[in-house]
T-cell receptor, first 111, second 114 residues
Framework: TQLLEQSPQFLSIQEGENLTVYCNSSSVFSSLQWYRQEPGEGPVLLVTVVTGGEVKKLKRLTFQFGDARKDSSLHITAAQPGDTGLYLC???????????FGTGTRLKVLA | KAGVTQTPRYLIKTRGQQVTLSCSPISGHRSVSWYQQTPGQGLQFLFEYFSETQRNKGNFPGRFSGRQFSNSRSEMNVSTLELGDSALYLCASSPSLGARETQYFGPGTRLLVL
């Protein structure tokens, strides 16, 4: 079974703190996407990483794809209340037509 | 450009009934995928439609079905509803078949089965 495990499952931090969310698998992925989902809405795509070792920055968010393309991380610098939401990694395992979502990390940033 | 729209946004049904959900993709997008999201199982892929044909299917029973029309709009049907079908049903559109890395999600239809 191809799974994407995210950690931590829940995270509650104060505004201004830094945090890292991890997305791990035993399978190789062709690419990985990160989404943020707010209550009552669908997930919104934040970034796609494709190449092993790739690092992408989106303002205060830094995304990294592992060298072996089996894991990824999302680092948020100086978190703000607007960052609150459910963060999901997802992607297609290499050589398959599937698309798998991670277990999710629910982040709450307190003002 | 308008985003993905789903109707209705909320729905309450009773066990044994059937339900039809609708999804209008972004203009020009030809692929529509459906997902079920529950607190226990997370986001799970139901099926993908492209050019009016189901191209991929997840591990859901035959009670879950769908179709796509020539204008790329899609409907999803669940027959003989069970309590466990209560979930947020999400539709996502992408420009082409299998291009899940560029898919855009609608707001979802929240279904409650009593």
């Amino acid at each position: 079974t191809q799974l994407l495990e995210q950690s931590p499952q829940f995270l509650s931090i104060q505004e201004g703190e830094n945090l890292t969310v991890y997305c791990n698998s035993s399978s190789v992925f062709s690419s990985l996407q990160w989404y943020r989902q707010e209550p009552g809405e669908g997930p919104v795509l934040l970034v796609t990483v494709v190449t092993g070792g790739e690092v992408k920055k989106l303002k205060r968010l830094t995304f990294q794809f592992g060298d072996a393309r089996k894991d990824s991380s999302l680092h948020i610098t100086a978190a703000q209340p607007g960052d609150t939401g459910l963060y999901l990694c997802a992607g297609p395992p290499s050589g398959t037509y599937k698309y798998i979502f991670g277990t999710g990390t629910r982040l709450k940033v307190l003002a | 450009k308008a985003g993905v729209t789903q109707t209705p946004r909320y729905l309450i049904k009773t066990r044994g009934q059937q339900v039809t959900l609708s999804c209008s993709p972004i203009s020009g997008h030809r692929s529509v995928s459906w997902y079920q999201q529950t607190p226990g199982q997370g986001l799970q892929f139901l099926f993908e439609y492209f050019s009016e044909t189901q191209r991929n299917k997840g591990n859901f029973p035959g009670r879950f079905s769908g179709r796509q029309f020539s204008n790329s709009r899609s409907e999803m049907n669940v027959s003989t509803l069970e309590l466990g079908d209560s979930a947020l049903y999400l539709c996502a559109s992408s420009p082409s078949l299998g291009a899940r890395e560029t898919q855009y999600f609608g707001p979802g239809t929240r279904l409650l089965v009593l």
